[in-house]
């Protein structure tokens, strides 16, 4: 299936799974980058976004939210545009401002994020210009209950972050964490169809939709499509917790396998025994079954689906 056509202004670049996309803005209104990617992929960030600008400067880096791999090259970028304006969503500001990486998830999840200042607040109800088009910044609950998406409505282009994906969505943080989150994803997820947009940029994959075929008032086929799989994959999720959970420990241990690719497989557990998230869930869930008992269940789980595979005593990413 070809990308959909972006309005002027606009430059798309997909990234691998360990970062986020990215999306270029060179317009009028200057130059902007939504979403940084993973701090290990900061160069290659710094070098499509030189590449892109011809030696010019970006001039404002706005973030979905604040998860380590939307936000990860926040820091390089910084340090390589001096004048760079940093707009963030607001329900994280304090904690940005103090660097608590408890709050931020860096530490609880075991990620990496280098320290970034900001400038300035994404807040829902208002907008923000960008290739000079005016962009409304909706909240976004669910995934991280503080995201934003960013929604054009003349083109109706929507940038979701890990609110929607063409396959499904991001995992529900909250809940790992013994908080509601659920019904806020699904919420979203109806925001979005009242959007109605034509095309959606998401934070992992390509975009999809159709510019050239839209109804008013209606998502294209291929946005439908992709909302009606996520809440699907949103019910069953909320019919099974135990199941969830189990997608979301996968996916942390997959994220960082990708950092890594390979890992002896006692540094893995050395790692896991260290991470907040895993230890609270083993702890609520392990039914007592010994850590490194649980873990190896997580990572047996993990291999059997074909994205990681034991050798030799290392833990191997493959896929």
Known sequence: ??????????????????????????GPDGTAL????????????????AHALGGRPLQRLLNTHLHSDHCGGNAALQARYPQLVTLIPPGQ???VRAWDQARLSYRSTGQCCERFRFDGLLT?????????????????PGHDPDAVLLFEPCSRVLISGDALWQHGLGVVFPELDGEPGFAAAGATLDLIERLAPCVVIP????PFGDA????????TLAVATALAVARQRLAQFAADPAR???YGLKVLLKFKLLEWQRHPLQAVHAWARDVPYLVRLHARHGQGQPFGTWLDAIIDELCASGAAQRADGWLVNTA
Not at 124 to 140: C, D, F, K, M
């Open 1 to 26: 299936m070809s990308t959909p056509a972006l309005p002027a202004g606009m430059r798309f670049f997909e990234r691998g799974w360990l970062s986020a996309n990215n999306i270029l803005f060179d």
């Open 124 to 140: 829902p109800g208002q907008t923000v210009s960008l290739g000079g088009r005016s962009w409304e910044i909706h909240a976004a």
């Open 34 to 49: 939504v979403d940084s990617g993973y701090v290990t992929h900061a160069e290659q960030t710094l070098a499509l976004v």
């Open 212 to 219: 050239d075929h839209a109804e008013a008032h209606r998502p």
């Open 203 to 206: 934070g992992h994959g390509s």
């Open 244 to 246: 969830h959970r189990r």
């Open 93 to 95: 500001a304090d904690a």
